[in-house]
């Protein structure tokens, strides 16, 4: 089974802290977490410039500005008008208690997330980042990074659902939001620059010692990922049977 830890350590010592998230306020990091989906960090940081400029960085504002002025304002992230309406629903949400990230915590996890994922537009992968690094609880960001990096290292809990891959990765780590959002950090950068999609660069990486897949330089196949899954199209069969990522 691999170290967890171990492998949080050897990532640090190679790429050093990152820095994340960068917010000045935990409703940025909120809307950050919407406005990346689906999209490179640098297209969301460019709406979030856009809404600053506007003076829309505050859940009361935003909730007042009409949802097609608000998507005019994050057209850079790409699919602005959907993520305009998820992002009223998100401040509506936070209206229920009072726009204070202070009352969020007191809720307790459980119950946040579970009421963060009946909002529009939040998924597990959104909640998770929200409640990490936005309320400061100490859960971990499941991504198809992280299923990439531990798959290639041969771990089997990679491929299961968000759930069960996500309870794996906490099981072996301390309840540290600071590691895990590190962690999560380390795992983006390492998946970007080293661990690439096609032709990993094994030389440089600094698990190499403990992978399954080292010096191989074939991609993964296409169905070790949730994002094949959806590939499969509306209307067309998707490939359970053979899936190695469903749970
Ligand atoms: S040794 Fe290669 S395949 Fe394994 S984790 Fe590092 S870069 Fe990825």
Not at 73 to 79: D, L, M, T, V
Request: charged share 25%.
């Amino acid at each position: 089974m691999t170290d967890r830890l171990r492998v949080y350590e050897l990532l640090f010592e190679q790429h050093g802290p990152q820095g994340w998230w960068p917010s000045e306020s935990p409703f940025e990091t909120m809307v950050g977490a919407v406005l990346t989906q689906r999209t490179a960090w640098a297209n969301a940081a460019r709406a979030i410039d856009g809404l600053r400029a506007a003076r829309l960085l505050a859940p009361q504002r935003m909730r007042a500005e009409p949802v097609e002025s608000l998507a005019a304002r994050i057209r850079a992230s790409g699919f602005f008008r959907t993520k305009a309406r998820k992002l009223h629903a998100l401040c509506g949400f936070l209206s229920r208690y009072g726009d204070d990230v202070a009352r969020l915590r007191a809720a307790g996890a459980a119950r946040l997330r579970a009421e963060l994922l009946a909002v529009h537009g939040i998924g597990p992968e959104t909640a998770d980042a929200i409640m990490l690094y936005a309320v400061g609880a100490p859960t971990f960001v499941v991504d198809a990074y992280a299923r990439r990096i531990f798959s290639r290292l041969g771990e089997p809990s990679a491929g299961a659902g968000y759930a069960r891959f996500q309870a794996w990765l906490l099981d072996g780590l301390p309840a540290d939001t600071e590691l895990l959002g590190e962690y999560h950090a380390l795992l983006v950068r390492h998946a970007r620059t080293v661990c690439v999609a096609r032709q990993p660069r094994c030389e440089r990486c600094a698990l190499r010692r403990r992978c399954a897949n080292a010096g191989r330089t074939q991609p993964i196949r296409p169905t070790d990922t949730r994002a094949a899954c959806r590939r499969t199209g509306p209307g067309r069969r998707p490939h359970r049977a053979r899936c190695r990522v469903r749970g």
